[in-house]
C-alpha cells in the first residue's frame, strides 16, 4: 500500500498515512526500485547461529539430566547460571543468562519451582493421619 501511495505523495506524507517512520517508507522505497514487490516480502529473522553443535546440545543434556550435584554442586538446584557454568567448563562457549534461557527453550527445557516441604516431614506419620484419624474426625462431625 504504502508504495502505491508513493505514485502520488511524498515520503512524509505517506509515513504519517500508514503510521511508520519516514526512514522505513524510504527504505521500502529503495527496496521496491531494486527489486519490485518480491523485495518487500517479509523474511523470517533467522537469528544467530547457534554455539553449540547439535552433538554438543546432545551432551548438554546429558549433563543437565545427570543434575547439578554430578556437576559439583551441593544441592540439586538448576539455576540459569549454573546451566551456563556448566556449558563454559565444558565446551568453551559463553552464554549469557538470556541466551541460556532461549537455548533451553530450544531444547524443550522449561521453568520447574521445586516443590516446598519440610525437613522434618514424616510420611509414615501423615499416612497414618489421613488413614485413621482424618476418616474418625469426619464421621464425628468435628470438622
Partial sequence: MAVRLL???GVREVARQVGVSPGSVERWKKLYESGGMAALKAKPDRGSAPRLT????????ERLLAGPRAEGY?????????VAQTIERHFGVHYSLAGVWLL?????????KPERQARERNETEIERWRRVTWPRLRKR???
Fill in 104 to 112: 533451553l527453550g530450544r531444547l524443550g527445557w522449561s521453568c520447574q
Fill in 54 to 61: 547439535p552433538e554438543q546440545q546432545e551432551r548438554l543434556v
Fill in 141 to 143: 462431625g468435628s470438622m
Fill in 74 to 82: 551441593g544441592t540439586e538446584l538448576c539455576t540459569l547460571e549454573r
Fill in 7 to 9: 505514485r502520488t505523495h
